[in-house]
């Protein structure tokens, strides 16, 4: 499943990442240009050029999970940011981001923890 139950980090690969890539070529760069964990319970997300496609890919159990979104018209507002390092955003943004709406929204409801009566 997409969005686990279970807290998960949300890493951004910034910049354009070639969507001819396979599985073991995107965990390869989780490995070796972000130094993570690809089998941890991270979501790792990346983008074409166009920004009109993107892979998330997710380790779960026993294997690993590629999920594949090309939209056919719009673009993905995808953060500048600079490339190399990834973008961690909460999966909150994640589902912003694939609403076609930016990552920081001014006027969503801020997070709160519930305040406890005494």
């Excluded at 980090?9 to 599985?23: E, H, N, P």
């Excluded at 294997?63 to 939209?71: D, E, T």
């Excluded at 719009?74 to 709406?101: C, E, M, Y």
Aim: charge should be positive.
């Amino acid at each position: 499943m997409l969005i686990a139950t279970e807290p998960v980090q949300v890493y951004l690969a910034c910049g354009a990442t070639d969507m001819r890539k396979s599985i073991d070529t995107l965990a390869a760069i989780v490995v070796h240009s972000f130094e993570l964990d690809p089998l941890d319970t991270s979501l790792f997300v990346f983008c074409n050029r166009d920004r009109d496609k993107l892979k998330i890919l997710r380790w779960d159990t026993n294997g690993f999970w590629l999920y594949y979104r090309r939209l056919e018209r719009g673009r993905f507002r995808w953060p500048a940011h600079p490339a190399g390092q990834p973008k961690v955003i909460t999966r909150r943004q994640l589902s912003w981001l694939l609403d076609g709406l930016e990552l920081e929204q001014k006027r969503a409801h801020k997070p709160l923890s519930p305040a406890i009566a005494t």
